[in-house]
T-cell receptor, first 113, second 115 residues
Framework: DVKVTQSSRYLVKRTGEKVFLECVQD?????MFWYRQDPGLGLRLIYF???????EKGDIPEGYSVSREKKERFSLILESASTNQTSMYLC????????????FGPGTRLTVL | AQKITQTQPGMFVQEKEAVTLDCTYD???????LFWYKQPSSGEMIFLIY??????QNATEGRYSLNFQKARKSANLVISASQLGDSAMYFC????????????FGSGTRLQVQP
């Protein structure tokens, strides 16, 4: 069974802290994605990666960075957390095939105080 | 730039009835893919159905069908014989052109199925 896991379901951090959100997939997928989900806005793409050490900015990359040192792991980093980064963060992966359905992790609800 | 519009923030349907969730899209790419995902209250995103821009037939998956009208740039999801377990958020999404694998999502529609 395909699986995408995220390191935490809930996380509370202080303003200014450096925050790491980890995502691991066990499907040998080429592509990995980070989205944030806010009410009324749907999911918005932060960053994605199509290969190890490769990354591309999405629609809202400001205040975030990513790391993909191994194919199965894609990390989202909040360099200095701010209250407007309080959100649900969803990681996804896809195999890079014709349909290329994305498989999502359970999400991390991050609160920045 | 690609854009997905879902104009129905919330919908109600009676159990066993059919319901249509609207989705319109905007893109200048000739090749694209359209997806529908379901997000129950537990939060996980569940893939429902896919339609490629060159597919001649409307996609169907069990009780789900996608009413694809290319000229009108619409990709409505039809759920037949609604069940209580269909109560969830539904997101329409579009893959961003050939070779680009990220998705652009709409704002979602919350469907509530009433007994």
């Amino acid at each position: 069974d395909v699986k995408v896991t995220q390191s935490s379901r809930y996380l509370v951090k202080r303003t200014g802290e450096k925050v790491f959100l980890e995502c691991v997939q066990d499907m040998d997928h080429e592509n990995m994605f980070w989205y944030r989900q806010d009410p009324g806005l749907g999911l918005r793409l932060i960053y994605f990666s199509y290969d190890v050490k490769m990354k591309e900015k999405g629609d809202i990359p400001e205040g975030y960075s990513v790391s993909r040192e191994k194919k199965e792991r894609f990390s989202l980093i909040l360099e200095s957390a701010s209250t407007n980064q309080t959100s649900m963060y969803l990681c996804a992966s896809s195999p890079g095939q014709v349909v290329d359905e994305q498989f999502f992790g359970p999400g991390t609800r991050l609160t920045v105080l | 730039a690609q854009k997905i519009t879902q104009t129905q923030p919330g919908m109600f349907v009676q159990e066993k009835e059919a319901v249509t969730l609207d989705c319109t899209y905007d893109t200048s790419d000739p090749s694209y893919g359209l997806f529908w995902y379901k997000q129950p209250s537990s939060g996980e995103m569940i893939f429902l159905i896919y339609q490629g821009s060159y597919d001649q037939q409307n996609a169907t998956e069990g009780r789900y069908s996608l009413n694809f009208q290319k000229a009108r740039k619409s990709a409505n999801l039809v759920i037949s014989a609604s069940q209580l377990g269909d109560s969830a958020m539904y997101f329409c999404a579009m893959r961003r052109g050939t070779g680009r694998r990220a998705l652009t999502f709409g704002s979602g529609t919350r469907l509530q199925v009433q007994p």
